[in-house]
């Protein structure tokens, strides 16, 4: 697990109401209305990030792309390099296509 996030009953309340989901109409509709809609462009923005990374698109692509900062952009890729969580995805979603 990522020590960057606490174990708290609080994110294992959010993550679980996450797993309960089970259409994008149930995802679209959950964090629509948890976040704001910059906090959702950004979470998306992320994700296109690392989905473009793992398909050995170069930064200058990637920036022209999306609009997104080299910081961003080098943020999701250390992540995407080190952690689990966008690997995890990726490796989901690229078998489901």
């Known amino acids: 697990m990522n020590?960057?996030?606490?174990?708290?009953?609080?994110?294992?309340?959010?993550?679980?109401?996450?797993?309960?989901?089970?259409?994008?109409?149930?995802?679209?509709?959950?964090?629509?209305?948890?976040?704001?809609?910059?906090?959702?462009?950004?979470?998306?923005?992320?994700?296109?990030v690392a989905m473009m990374l793992n398909e050995g698109k170069n930064y200058q692509e990637i920036c022209a792309a999306t609009g997104a900062s080299t910081a961003t952009i080098c943020r999701v890729n250390k992540c995407l390099t080190y952690g689990e969580g966008y690997r995890a995805v990726l490796d989901k979603t690229t078998d489901e296509q």
């Open 3 to 48: 020590k960057k996030l606490a174990n708290t009953e609080a994110h294992d309340a959010l993550f679980q109401a996450i797993l309960s989901l089970e259409t994008i109409d149930e995802c679209r509709a959950f964090f629509d209305d948890i976040c704001t809609i910059k906090e959702l462009q950004d979470l998306s923005l992320r994700l296109r």
